[in-house]
């Protein structure tokens, strides 16, 4: 597989990564170790960069449109054609390709509610540009933009709120996911455990809803989230 190929599908994965981080407060050895990727993989990238022929349509808007630059946007348009020759990732792709990244656990339920996040307009399918404005959101977006995308992953249902309900559902497929190498060694009760702390941090008025707001007043008041939305912020 190409380098630019890799990074297509380690962008989706890269979502998982810090979404755990944000959740858990631990940086798994999975997710250690798909750092370490990045940051292998740079190299092929920038040899790559001089031989890309790929072109997706609009890409000077998609350089105005996001913070990557036109050379970033042609290798990363390379490894999507690579890998979904048809321009476009459905749901099923989508959780194939999270299947192979964490072959120890079940990815298939927090893939679902990931690609919905991705395909914003609800038509059930991924196109380029979704993938590289929700990329370049995470990766070089403000704090503000960062955790506005994360509530709307959160908000399973899209109505404006994180009930503890659309919580537990978050939690527990991200831990499907990790699965039997996840670090600490999950417990039975340690979803709930993660959904309790969430709520004493986030719910402000205790109102059991956690709004945008409290969200992203919470997480700003938060060191340890703070360092975690900067982990992976120049892998690219």
């Known amino acids: 597989m190409s380098g630019c190929s890799k990074r297509c599908k380690l962008g989706f994965v890269k979502f998982a990564q810090t979404i755990f981080k944000l959740i858990t407060g631990t940086l798994s050895k999975d ?58 990732v459905n749901e099923e792709t989508f959780k194939q390709i999270y ?59 899209k109505d404006g709120y994180i009930n503890k309900e659309e919580m537990m559902d978050i939690v527990k497929a991200i831990y499907d996911m990790m699965g039997k190498y996840t670090y600490p060694v999950l417990k039975e009760d340690t979803p709930r455990q993660h959904v309790d702390v969430f709520f004493q941090k986030m719910d402000k008025n205790k109102d059991g809803i956690v709004t945008l707001d409290e969200f992203l007043e919470s997480c700003q008041e938060d060191d340890n989230i703070m360092r975690s939305l900067q982990l992976f912020q120049n892998v690219m």
């Open 31 to 88: 997710i250690a170790w798909w750092y370490y990727q990045y940051q292998r993989d740079k190299i092929e990238d920038e040899l790559e960069m001089t031989m890309v022929c790929h072109r997706p349509e609009g890409l000077e808007q998609l350089e105005a449109q996001t913070n990557f630059t036109k050379r970033e946007l042609q290798v990363l348009y390379r490894g999507f054609k690579n890998e979904c020759p048809s321009g476009m």
């Open 99 to 157: 299947a192979q990244f964490f072959p120890h656990g079940d990815a298939s339920t927090y893939a679902h509610y990931l690609f919905h996040a991705f395909d914003t307009t609800q038509t059930g399918s991924v196109k380029f540009e979704d993938f590289v404005t929700a990329l370049s959101i995470l990766l070089r977006g403000t704090v503000h933009e960062k955790l506005r995308w994360t509530f709307n992953l959160y908000d399973i249902n």
